[in-house]
């Protein structure tokens, strides 16, 4: 049994798409579970797609995500270069070697002779007007042209491309370990460009060269990748590495949350959750698209997100760390359906995972946003403050949102609930409350709640009845975390003052 080898293969045309991180995720989760290798290989040949700063992002997207490279473009190894840009000797030698054996030949077309045919096709009603089995005898190439001409346009530096003689009348048969058998006939293979007219490979010549020299033993990639799998199996053929050929898995889409349609930018910016990792700007457009990591969201629970985006365990589990996925991943169990994008079950792994992070930690986001908002508090009032909110909030920023009526006093008071119970009684309830509450002791939550109970009683008043009017008076909210905690955490001074401020500032209706 061949080592296990697997890559990660994108290129550089803008920001990783979190299908791909998906992609990578799978990729990864089967090298460490097989004591394999994770390689990181840049797909750059298509120069007019190039983008600067899409490796760079790339790579740290990876690294942010704890999916780490043992091999390729950054740790560097004994297959390199990884980046396929810099390989170009490399492909042409091989796109060469299928053209000595007659697996390939020159094509010296112009964009007018392509386009010419295409119509003539079309006009003589053929379904598709591809260059191939059908149409290449007619064109200008090296299967036509006499072999002096076609050394004489060589020699004179006439441009041409390389292409793919596909073969006649053959099955060719795609193995996915995901879809099973996928069966083509040859004949709906048109003869792909695999070199190109500026000296680079196509993807297709590229990629089978590369996954054979570098002895990748199994292809993890999107769908939408599954047609191209038939014209790399033709070249595995035609180059005879038959024998030691990765396998395929092709991973189903990613649909839109509704189900309709793969997901694009698009339906994420008007749905309003990110699609990249990171934060990308656009270096075309200037244009800056919020990552998942900005948005607030922990790589734990992306990850443990994308591994379910078309993968199950067969339990009823659902929390898995990194560590977990590793042990229970199994290609057999991906299915082939697309799967729908829930950012809502995002959010969930993102409060689950949020919540068992430690005080201290959950303490430094809230002191950080403080501090960028110009308030200093200590770090006990800080992790007081975290752990009364540590159930409610959904990302780190929600400390901030939720906790801010801790250090700064209400500015107005939740009207709904004071044009429902702003009255006499609880008045009477609250300020008697204030009054009592020098005296309790500790002045913590439990006495709090004791002594608000009492003193409710004593003036024959429920205590549910005046407790949202309390919590609106200290918080300005009519919701929030624990109200006794949250007058602890507040301290009495501060607890006695906003009440007094409210009851002061708060008329009695009519
Ligand atoms: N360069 C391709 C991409 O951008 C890689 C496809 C593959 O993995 O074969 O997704």
């Given at each position: 049994?061949?080592?296990?080898?697997?890559?990660?293969?994108?290129?550089?045309?803008?920001?990783?798409?979190?299908?791909?991180?998906?992609?990578?995720?799978?990729?990864?989760?089967?090298?460490?579970?097989?004591?394999?290798?994770?390689?990181?290989?840049?797909?750059?040949?298509?120069?007019?797609?190039?983008?600067?700063?899409?490796?760079?992002?790339?790579?740290?997207?990876?690294?942010?995500?704890?999916?780490?490279?043992?091999?390729?473009?950054?740790?560097?190894?004994?297959?390199?270069?990884?980046?396929?840009?810099?390989?170009?000797?490399?492909?042409?030698?091989?796109?060469?070697?299928?053209?000595?054996?007659?697996?390939?030949?020159?094509?010296?077309?112009?964009?007018?002779?392509?386009?010419?045919?295409?119509?003539?096709?079309?006009?003589?009603?053929?379904?598709?007007?591809?260059?191939?089995?059908?149409?290449?005898?007619?064109?200008?190439?090296?299967?036509?042209?006499?072999?002096?001409?076609?050394?004489?346009?060589?020699?004179?530096?006439?441009?041409?491309?390389?292409?793919?003689?596909?073969?006649?009348?053959?099955?060719?048969v795609v193995q996915d370990l995901?879809r099973g058998e996928v069966?083509?006939?040859?004949?709906?293979?048109?003869?792909?460009?695999?070199?190109?007219?500026?000296?680079?490979?196509?993807?297709?010549?590229?990629?089978?060269?590369?996954?054979?020299?570098?002895?990748?033993?199994?292809?993890?990639?999107?769908?939408?990748?599954?047609?191209?799998?038939?014209?790399?199996v033709?070249?595995?053929?035609?180059?005879?590495?038959?024998?030691?050929m990765?396998r395929f898995?092709?991973?189903?889409?990613?649909?839109?949350?509704?189900?309709?349609?793969?997901?694009?930018?698009?339906?994420?910016?008007?749905?309003?959750?990110?699609?990249?990792?990171?934060?990308?700007?656009?270096?075309?457009?200037?244009?800056?698209?919020?990552?998942?990591?900005?948005?607030?969201?922990?790589?734990?629970?992306?990850?443990?997100?994308?591994?379910?985006?078309?993968?199950?365990?067969?339990?009823?589990?659902?929390?898995?760390?990194?560590?977990?996925?590793?042990?229970?991943?199994?290609?057999?169990?991906?299915?082939?359906?697309?799967?729908?994008?829930?950012?809502?079950?995002?959010?969930?792994?993102?409060?689950?995972?949020?919540?068992?992070?430690?005080?201290?930690?959950?303490?430094?986001?809230?002191?950080?946003?403080?501090?960028?908002?110009?308030?200093?508090?200590?770090?006990?009032?800080?992790?007081?403050?975290?752990?009364?909110?540590?159930?409610?909030?959904?990302?780190?920023?929600?400390?901030?949102?939720?906790?801010?009526?801790?250090?700064?006093?209400?500015?107005?008071?939740?009207?709904?609930?004071?044009?429902?119970?702003?009255?006499?009684?609880?008045?009477?309830?609250?300020?008697?409350?204030?009054?009592?509450?020098?005296?309790?002791?500790?002045?913590?939550?439990?006495?709090?709640?004791?002594?608000?109970?009492?003193?409710?009683?004593?003036?024959?008043?429920?205590?549910?009845?005046?407790?949202?009017?309390?919590?609106?008076?200290?918080?300005?909210?009519?919701?929030?975390?624990?109200?006794?905690?949250?007058?602890?955490?507040?301290?009495?001074?501060?607890?006695?003052?906003?009440?007094?401020?409210?009851?002061?500032?708060?008329?009695?209706?009519?």
């Amino acid at each position: 049994m061949k080592k296990t080898r697997v890559r990660f293969a994108p290129s550089p045309t803008g920001a990783l798409h979190i299908g791909g991180l998906r992609t990578a995720l799978y990729n990864y989760l089967l090298a460490r579970q097989t004591g394999g290798t994770m390689i990181l290989r840049i797909e750059d040949t298509d120069q007019g797609r190039f983008v600067p700063g899409a490796e760079a992002y790339i790579a740290e997207a990876l690294q942010w995500a704890g999916i780490q490279i043992d091999e390729g473009v950054g740790p560097g190894g004994p297959f390199g270069p990884y980046r396929q840009s810099e390989r170009r000797s490399i492909y042409q030698e091989h796109a060469q070697q299928l053209i000595n054996q007659g697996h390939a030949y020159y094509a010296f077309d112009s964009e007018d002779d392509l386009e010419a045919m295409r119509q003539r096709l079309k006009a003589a009603g053929a379904d598709d007007q591809q260059y191939g089995v059908g149409t290449r005898l007619q064109m200008v190439n090296s299967l036509t042209l006499p072999p002096a001409e076609v050394a004489s346009r060589l020699a004179s530096g006439t441009p041409y491309v390389i292409r793919f003689k596909v073969p006649e009348n053959k099955s060719v048969v795609v193995q996915d370990l995901i879809r099973g058998e996928v069966v083509v006939s040859s004949n709906q293979v048109d003869d792909k460009v695999l070199m190109k007219s500026d000296g680079m490979p196509t993807y297709h010549l590229a990629n089978v060269v590369d996954d054979h020299l570098m002895q990748i033993s199994h292809v993890i990639r999107g769908e939408e990748w599954l047609p191209s799998a038939p014209i790399h199996v033709l070249l595995y053929e035609a180059f005879g590495w038959t024998e030691t050929m990765p396998r395929f898995a092709h991973l189903p889409l990613l649909l839109k949350p509704d189900g309709h349609g793969k997901l694009s930018k698009r339906d994420a910016d008007q749905l309003g959750f990110p699609i990249f990792p990171l934060n990308w700007k656009d270096p075309r457009t200037g244009e800056v698209a919020t990552g998942y990591r900005e948005a607030g969201y922990l790589p734990e629970a992306l990850i443990n997100f994308l591994a379910f985006l078309g993968w199950n365990p067969g339990t009823e589990q659902e929390i898995f760390s990194m560590q977990e996925l590793v042990k229970a991943f199994a290609i057999e169990r991906i299915g082939k359906a697309g799967t729908r994008f829930d950012i809502h079950k995002a959010q969930w792994f993102n409060q689950h995972y949020l919540r068992s992070k430690s005080t201290q930690e959950l303490s430094h986001w809230l002191l950080a946003d403080l501090k960028n908002a110009g308030t200093i508090v200590s770090e006990e009032i800080a992790q007081q403050i975290s752990d009364v909110l540590r159930d409610r909030i959904t990302f780190p920023s929600d400390l901030f949102k939720l906790g801010r009526f801790f250090i700064e006093r209400p500015l107005e008071y939740d009207q709904q609930v004071f044009s429902k119970k702003w009255n006499k009684d609880a008045v009477a309830v609250l300020s008697a409350f204030a009054d009592s509450l020098p005296s309790v002791n500790p002045y913590t939550a439990e006495p709090i709640k004791a002594t608000f109970e009492q003193t409710a009683a004593n003036l024959g008043v429920k205590p549910g009845q005046v407790l949202q009017v309390l919590r609106v008076s200290v918080t300005g909210q009519a919701s929030g975390p624990d109200l006794m905690k949250s007058m602890e955490i507040l301290g009495r001074d501060e607890t006695i003052e906003r009440i007094r401020t409210c009851i002061r500032s708060t008329p009695l209706p009519g």
